[in-house]
């Protein structure tokens, strides 16, 4: 048999091999969601110590080191930690906790795993994306290939006021691994209530914060943050994006913190705030943090919230998942187009020659036709104030009709707001792009674009139609320009409506 | 904001360091590598108009008013700080002052390092 032939038959295998490990993992989640750690050696029979032969031979290189040995060891052992959020912190946090010996490991998480998860959530696999299993599933299965030893529990559900106390309260530790601000307040406050130390972290760009709250005198999520931040200062991974490794290194540390905590190791140090950058020099740097509040709402000294009854997602104005938003800014829906509109008016004035080099190429449809423009394009200058461009960043690889027509005008002018970093990823051809947070100080330059038009329509578009909705409303109040609409469902809506070959992010 | 510089002397000069998302917003032509690290250097008068030492509520909307091309309003409202946005004076969080001095009448120190850090939720 030729080596290529075998190559390709082992990988098949692998491959269904994989998707089945999965299966059977999912089955026996259903059938016992709590793991039965292989039986007990007789412990401390031989040997005098109360830890068996078998972990004594597992974990001899950590008992080696005077700060754990055989006590340390022991604590994990007989200890059980929770991690909520089985994802970017998670997934690293409850490897390591698994694979050190903690002899509980709790995973609550209610979602499923996403191909655009695994750049970063590596306790999940490229056959769970693409089997869509859950992601207390996938990452059971991670820690169950790791060590067969350790307890795994899975709360396939979104933590909320209701369940909390009942998840919560069976762990000696949690870890707070989630994406969100309502998440955040709500673990805080079942930590203070149930008096259990939360190891929070976070995580988004290319920076990352860690700190331990409720524990020895510290204070807790809401002495820092009584008030939530404004929902339009917090950044989502899935909206302003994250470096693979930055909650990678933030998740290990919190699982270093939960080892502190369990040894004992923790209550020796001041509260503190660890805040790392991928562009900072030191990486790290480490923040004193202030001693409990008294007037804290939650673990002061006249606390007013005394049970989890508050509703969070309201106290937060932000719902408990990073899902993106849908914003209904423009009241008018005469001001919105659909995808399928926008695609029939650029089919409308599309030429028979397409423009070579414009990205991507909608291949079930005639070419949009980039168009033709006397006027230099707004965004034939990259951007150098906001967004300094890496040396080796590549430029966009077509300026989307840079010849100049002199003979024609533009019949419709398709404005791209996002961020350039973002119109770099993927971009209608013929679409000009002027960031949203730009438009102000690049008036001029949209109102040449505008003025050729001669009448024609502005048509705004971003990843969602979310930021498109105030560009139409600038264009039109601001600017009053009156034909001009906003591209409801954005980019996305465009693959899901128009052309499922257009990529998405 | 309503300072001029003025007889008492040299200005006092403190460092700006912003992180965790809020410096995404600052102007960049405020900002100067120094030792790695990216910051503003402030200047302020010894004495502001009313002859009262510069404090981090001066600060505050000292930096808003002249470090912000836009998202200003995610940083402060007026001269105190949105909330969300910690203030971090020479690697101590601000609240760790003396008892019953309110953080923002904390008079400024030459050469304090002063870092506001937004808070981070994604994971």
Same mark, same amino acid.
């Given at each position: 048999?030729?080596?290529?032939?075998?190559?390709?038959?082992?990988?098949?295998?692998?491959?269904?091999?994989?998707?089945?490990?999965?299966?059977?993992?999912?089955?026996?989640?259903?059938?016992?969601?709590?793991?039965?750690?292989?039986?007990?050696?007789?412990?401390?029979?031989?040997?005098?110590?109360?830890?068996?032969?078998?972990?004594?031979?597992?974990?001899?290189?950590?008992?080696?080191?005077?700060?754990?040995?055989?006590?340390?060891?022991?604590?994990?052992?007989?200890?059980?930690?929770?991690?909520?959020?089985?994802?970017?912190?998670?997934?690293?946090?409850?490897?390591?906790?698994?694979?050190?010996?903690?002899?509980?490991?709790?995973?609550?998480?209610?979602?499923?795993?996403?191909?655009?998860?695994?750049?970063?959530?590596?306790?999940?696999?490229?056959?769970?994306?693409?089997?869509?299993?859950?992601?207390?599933?996938?990452?059971?299965?991670?820690?169950?290939?790791?060590?067969?030893?350790?307890?795994?529990?899975?709360?396939?559900?979104?933590?909320?006021?209701?369940?909390?106390?009942?998840?919560?309260?069976?762990?000696?530790?949690?870890?707070?691994?989630?994406?969100?601000?309502?998440?955040?307040?709500?673990?805080?406050?079942?930590?203070?209530?149930?008096?259990?130390?939360?190891?929070?972290?976070?995580?988004?760009?290319?920076?990352?914060?860690?700190?331990?709250?409720?524990?020895?005198?510290?204070?807790?999520?809401?002495?820092?943050?009584?008030?939530?931040?404004?929902?339009?200062?917090?950044?989502?991974?899935?909206?302003?994006?994250?470096?693979?490794?930055?909650?990678?290194?933030?998740?290990?540390?919190?699982?270093?913190?939960?080892?502190?905590?369990?040894?004992?190791?923790?209550?020796?140090?001041?509260?503190?705030?660890?805040?790392?950058?991928?562009?900072?020099?030191?990486?790290?740097?480490?923040?004193?943090?202030?001693?409990?509040?008294?007037?804290?709402?939650?673990?002061?000294?006249?606390?007013?919230?005394?049970?989890?009854?508050?509703?969070?997602?309201?106290?937060?104005?932000?719902?408990?998942?990073?899902?993106?938003?849908?914003?209904?800014?423009?009241?008018?829906?005469?001001?919105?187009?659909?995808?399928?509109?926008?695609?029939?008016?650029?089919?409308?004035?599309?030429?028979?020659? %397409?423009?070579?080099?414009? #990205? /991507?190429? @909608? =291949?079930? $449809?005639?070419?949009?036709?980039? !168009? +033709? *423009? &006397?006027?230099?394009?707004?965004?034939?200058?990259?951007?150098?104030?906001?967004? %300094?461009?890496?040396?080796? #960043? /590549?430029? @966009? =690889?077509? $300026?989307?009709?840079?010849?100049? !027509? +002199? *003979? &024609?005008?533009?019949?419709?002018?398709?404005?791209?707001?996002?961020?350039?970093?973002?119109?770099?990823?993927?971009?209608?051809?013929?679409?000009?792009?002027?960031?949203?947070?730009?438009?102000?100080?690049?008036?001029?330059?949209?109102?040449?674009?505008?003025?050729?038009?001669?009448?024609?329509?502005?048509?705004?578009?971003?990843?969602?139609?979310?930021?498109?909705?105030?560009?139409?409303?600038?264009?039109?109040?601001?600017?009053?320009?009156?034909?001009?609409?906003?591209?409801?469902?954005?980019?996305?809506?465009?693959?899901?409506?128009?052309?499922?070959?257009?990529?998405?992010? | 904001?309503?300072?001029?510089?003025?007889?008492?002397?040299?200005?006092?000069?403190?460092?700006?360091?912003?992180?965790?998302?809020?410096?995404?917003?600052?102007?960049?032509?405020?900002?100067?590598?120094?030792?790695?690290?990216?910051?503003?250097?402030?200047?302020?008068?010894?004495?502001?108009?009313?002859?009262?030492?510069?404090?981090?509520?001066?600060?505050?909307?000292?930096?808003?008013?002249?470090?912000?091309?836009?998202?200003?309003?995610?940083?402060?409202?007026?001269?105190?700080?949105?909330?969300?946005?910690?203030?971090?004076?020479?690697?101590?969080?601000?609240?760790?002052?003396?008892?019953?001095?309110?953080?923002?009448?904390?008079?400024?120190?030459?050469?304090?390092?002063?870092?506001?850090?937004?808070?981070?939720?994604?994971?």
């Amino acid at each position: 048999m030729a080596a290529a032939e075998r190559i390709a038959q082992v990988r098949a295998r692998l491959a269904q091999l994989r998707a089945e490990e999965l299966a059977l993992e999912a089955e026996l989640c259903a059938l016992e969601p709590e793991v039965e750690p292989e039986p007990e050696p007789e412990p401390g029979s031989i040997g005098g110590s109360n830890l068996s032969r078998d972990d004594i031979q597992r974990y001899s290189r950590q008992l080696l080191v005077p700060e754990i040995g055989v006590r340390g060891q022991a604590r994990l052992r007989d200890s059980a930690v929770l991690v909520v959020g089985a994802g970017g912190l998670g997934s690293p946090c409850a490897l390591y906790l698994a694979a050190m010996g903690v002899g509980t490991v709790g995973l609550a998480d209610h979602d499923a795993v996403d191909v655009s998860n695994l750049h970063r959530q590596i306790a999940h696999t490229a056959a769970a994306a693409a089997a869509g299993a859950r992601k207390t599933v996938s990452a059971r299965a991670a820690l169950g290939r790791l060590n067969a030893r350790c307890r795994v529990r899975t709360h396939d559900a979104l933590v909320d006021s209701a369940n909390a106390r009942q998840i919560l309260g069976a762990y000696d530790v949690i870890v707070d691994a989630t994406d969100n601000a309502a998440t955040r307040y709500l673990l805080n406050d079942a930590c203070v209530l149930l008096g259990r130390p939360l190891v929070s972290g976070s995580a988004v760009r290319l920076d990352g914060q860690l700190t331990v709250y409720n524990h020895n005198g510290g204070p807790c999520y809401r002495c820092l943050f009584p008030a939530p931040p404004p929902p339009a200062a917090v950044a989502t991974c899935a909206e302003a994006g994250v470096l693979g490794v930055v909650p990678g290194v933030i998740g290990t540390l919190q699982a270093l913190e939960v080892v502190k905590l369990l040894t004992g190791r923790k209550a020796a140090e001041p509260p503190s705030l660890l805040l790392f950058s991928y562009a900072s020099h030191p990486h790290f740097r480490s923040v004193r943090l202030r001693p409990r509040s008294p007037a804290c709402a939650v673990c002061g000294d006249a606390p007013t919230v005394t049970a989890l009854a508050a509703d969070y997602p309201a106290f937060c104005g932000a719902g408990p998942t990073d899902a993106a938003p849908d914003w209904q800014i423009l009241a008018d829906p005469a001001q919105r187009v659909s995808c399928r509109e926008l695609s029939r008016a650029l089919q409308a004035m599309a030429q028979p020659d %397409p423009q070579p080099g414009s #990205q /991507p190429q @909608p =291949d079930s $449809q005639p070419q949009p036709d980039s !168009q +033709p *423009d &006397s006027q230099p394009q707004p965004d034939s200058q990259p951007q150098s104030d906001s967004q %300094p461009q890496p040396d080796s #960043q /590549p430029q @966009p =690889d077509s $300026q989307p009709d840079s010849q100049p !027509q +002199p *003979d &024609s005008h533009p019949s419709l002018l398709l404005l791209d707001v996002r961020d350039q970093t973002q119109f770099e990823i993927c971009r209608l051809p013929g679409a000009v792009n002027i960031p949203m947070d730009q438009l102000a100080r690049r008036r001029a330059e949209l109102e040449q674009a505008i003025a050729a038009l001669r009448g024609g329509p502005v048509y705004a578009i971003c990843r969602r139609g979310n930021l498109s909705q105030l560009a139409v409303q600038y264009i039109r109040g601001t600017l009053g320009y009156a034909e001009c609409y906003d591209v409801a469902g954005g980019l996305v809506g465009w693959q899901a409506e128009v052309d499922e070959g257009f990529p998405i992010y | 904001m309503s300072v001029s510089m003025s007889a008492y002397g040299s200005a006092l000069r403190v460092t700006v360091e912003f992180a965790g998302g809020i410096d995404a917003h600052v102007k960049p032509e405020c900002l100067q590598m120094v030792d790695g690290a990216k910051l503003a250097r402030i200047e302020l008068p010894r004495r502001l108009d009313d002859s009262r030492a510069p404090t981090m509520r001066s600060l505050i909307a000292h930096v808003a008013q002249h470090c912000f091309a836009s998202g200003a309003e995610l940083f402060s409202t007026d001269d105190e700080l949105r909330p969300g946005i910690l203030a971090i004076i020479n690697d101590a969080d601000w609240e760790i002052t003396e008892d019953g001095v309110d953080k923002y009448d904390y008079v400024l120190q030459d050469q304090d390092a002063i870092v506001f850090v937004s808070t981070l939720h994604g994971g």
